[in-house]
């Protein structure tokens, strides 16, 4: 359940919805860190078990149907 190798160089390249929120936050510790992971002087979090994260990574596909249903518009990108 743990991202891959991959898909950890493809996260390290952008902006999620959570680093938003860590951004967000004004938390200096908290962005100082989302920076040293992004810019790879640090090792992200481990979140394979963790249930709240693992019950989005399992509905993902259907909240985005959920969200296009009931707003009538689409996600392209996730």
């Known amino acids: 359940m743990a991202l891959t190798k991959e898909q950890k160089e493809f996260r390290s390249k952008l902006l999620g919805g959570s680093d938003a929120n860590t951004i967000m936050s004004g938390d200096e510790e908290k962005i100082l860190k989302l920076w040293k992971v992004k ?9 394979s078990d ?3 994260v ?3 990574v399992h ?3 259907f909240n985005i149907e959920w969200f ?5 518009r689409k996600v392209t990108d996730n």
């Open 39 to 47: 810019t790879g002087q640090e090792e992200d979090e481990d979140l």
């Open 54 to 56: 693992q019950m989005g």
């Open 50 to 52: 963790v249930l709240q």
């Open 68 to 72: 296009t249903k009931q707003t009538g």
């Open 59 to 61: 509905t993902e596909s």
